[in-house]
């Protein structure tokens, strides 16, 4: 065989586009259900952050290999069976301290910094420690939010991802710090 050529027969342009779609579309359903998510904000609760009708994107892997850190905004199954998903700010992980006063948080024995709130509420609670594998969340709008404050604690295997990048609307579109 030494010096022989093959041709191979090129598919028809139709079978092509077919396999190209067919392989677009398994790849899109794994990114979909692995790797990254869109999600769209209903209600106020984590204003001026975000806003109802702000679409996102999740980052589904952020915690396969990793704890979430206080600040990070996350996606969460809702407590008690309610079909939706959350979305809130970690205020407090596993092991730290977390007391509310006058509305606002201290964590570990320190006044949680939090330039995201324009108005603290009024509730106050007693010091508490965040279990092993969960974390407390709250939302940027707290006169509007039901939070870990009504249902308790998350644990980290509730939790969807970590919120990266508004994309909808365009005027509001950046990733999130």
Known sequence: ?????????????????????VVAVVL????????VE????????????????DRLL?????YRFGTPQRGDIVVFHAPFGDTRDYIKRVIAGPGDRIRIEDGVPYVNGERLEEPYVLR???????EMVIPPGSVFVMGDNRRNSQDSRSFGFIG?????????????PLEVAGVLR
């Open 1 to 21: 065989m030494n010096g022989a050529m093959s041709v191979q027969r090129r598919s028809s342009p139709l079978r092509e586009l077919l396999e190209t779609l």
């Open 28 to 35: 899109a359903l794994l990114i979909r259900g692995f790797v």
């Open 38 to 53: 869109s999600f769209l904000v209903q209600g106020s609760s984590m204003e001026p952050t975000l806003h109802h009708g």
């Open 58 to 62: 999740v980052n589904k892997i952020a």
């Open 120 to 126: 603290y509420d009024d509730t106050s609670m007693p």
């Open 156 to 168: 980290i295997e509730e939790i969807v991802g970590k919120a990266m990048v508004v994309y909808w």
